[in-house]
């Protein structure tokens, strides 16, 4: 089994930075993209964004400038740095990847971190 976990979040306020992480584990070949997602209430989860293996980035509009995703391929991680927050940025924020498990002739398969509670607020 793969797991995912996330952690870094908590109660910031407008204006300020908060750095995400999400961790994976467990038996992993290969992990091809990291993404990172939100969740408001009553709203839809959206993609923020999500790196590629080889560290291509894309982002949501609605993050361009204030959000930065990285990774750090040995360790299997993702982090999603966050700038000039808003409360509009307020939502639980989840982590995914798609992992190969096995080898290179394995598929493909995603999985979900649990999620952390990012709250901006005066």
């Known amino acids: 089994q793969v797991q995912l976990v996330a952690s870094g979040g908590g109660l910031v306020q407008p204006g300020g930075s908060l750095r995400l992480s999400c961790a994976a584990s467990?038996?992993?070949?290969?992990?091809?993209?990291m993404g990172w997602y939100r969740q408001a209430p009553g709203k839809e989860r959206e993609l923020v964004g999500g790196?590629?293996?080889?560290?291509?980035?894309n982002y949501a509009d609605s993050v361009k400038g204030r959000f930065t995703i990285s990774r750090d391929n040995a360790k299997n991680t993702v982090f999603l740095q966050m700038n000039s927050l808003k409360p509009e940025d307020t939502a639980v924020y989840y982590c995914?990847?798609?992992?190969?498990?096995?080898?290179?002739?394995?598929?493909?398969?995603?999985?979900w971190g649990q999620g952390t509670q990012v709250t901006v607020s005066s």
């Open positions: 790196i590629t293996s080889s560290g291509s980035t």
């Open positions: 467990g038996r992993i070949f290969s992990i091809n993209f």
């Open positions: 995914n990847a798609d992992v190969r498990r096995i080898d290179n002739f394995s598929p493909l398969v995603k999985y």
